[in-house]
């Protein structure tokens, strides 16, 4: 039910998106070809490198996996540079926040520091996945205005968990600096304006 409810979580966003212009696709792990397009890494790339925004739905397909695993396992699969997490609150704490009011926040965190001091940032098998492939993690509050923007333009916002935080480790990119994720091509190429995009829609384009 589950991984049911979040393709109708992806089919209200697609919804929110396009009426806004945003050309957009719905892949679902799990095969319902009425309403969305199944998974096939090789689409989804293309999807991408045509500037559309691709929603992954379902998780992975199979049980006892968590969305923060699926989130993991498609980042790792199209090759994203980073992955973000819009929550509540504005960073890692070593406390829940919202009960806890002396909680320390955590600027930088490693993978290691997430899952021996237990923080409910994702759960151990995400944590442990992007922590084997070096994909960083930034967790921000979704809800002051501008944060989604402003995460993905690149500015410093929230927390970030990778390797660890020595100036080598930044060399070999386990912690890349904050200004790093304004470089990437495809981010650039899906923040054009609307009016730089076509108006028209080609079904058939989907699989081209």
């Known amino acids: 039910m589950g991984m049911l409810a979040t393709v109708i979580n992806g089919l209200a966003l697609q919804d929110a998106l396009e009426k806004q212009g945003v050309h957009t696709r719905l892949l679902s792990a799990i095969e319902m070809h009425h309403v969305a397009e199944p998974f096939i890494r090789r689409r989804a ?21 968590s969305t923060d695993t699926a989130a993991a396992l498609r980042a790792m699969e199209i090759k994203a540079q980073v992955i973000l ?35 409910a940032v994702m759960d151990s098998t995400a944590i442990s996945l992007c922590m084997d492939n070096r994909m960083p993690i930034i967790i921000f509050d979704m809800t002051s205005p ?12 929230g927390s970030m968990v990778g390797g660890v935080g020595s100036r080598a480790a930044r060399r070999e990119k386990q912690i890349p600096r904050w200004d790093a ?23 058939g384009d989907d699989y081209d």
Do not use: C, S, W
């Not at 909680?103 to 290691?112: G, H, K, P, S, V």
């Not at 501008?146 to 916002?157: A, D, F, S």
């Open 146 to 157: 501008g944060n989604i923007k402003r995460v993905l333009m690149g500015e410093k916002v």
């Open 181 to 203: 994720l304004r470089d990437d091509k495809l981010l650039r190429r899906m923040l054009y304006t609307q009016e730089q995009r076509l108006r028209t829609v080609d079904i």
């Open 85 to 119: 997490k819009a929550t509540r609150v504005d960073g890692i704490y070593d406390a829940d926040p919202e009960k806890v009011k002396d909680a320390n926040r955590f600027e930088r965190i490693t993978y290691l520091d997430v899952l021996q001091k237990g923080l």
């Open 45 to 65: 790339m293309r999807h991408l490198e045509k500037g559309r925004v691709v929603i992954f739905a379902a998780g992975t397909g199979n049980p006892y996996f």
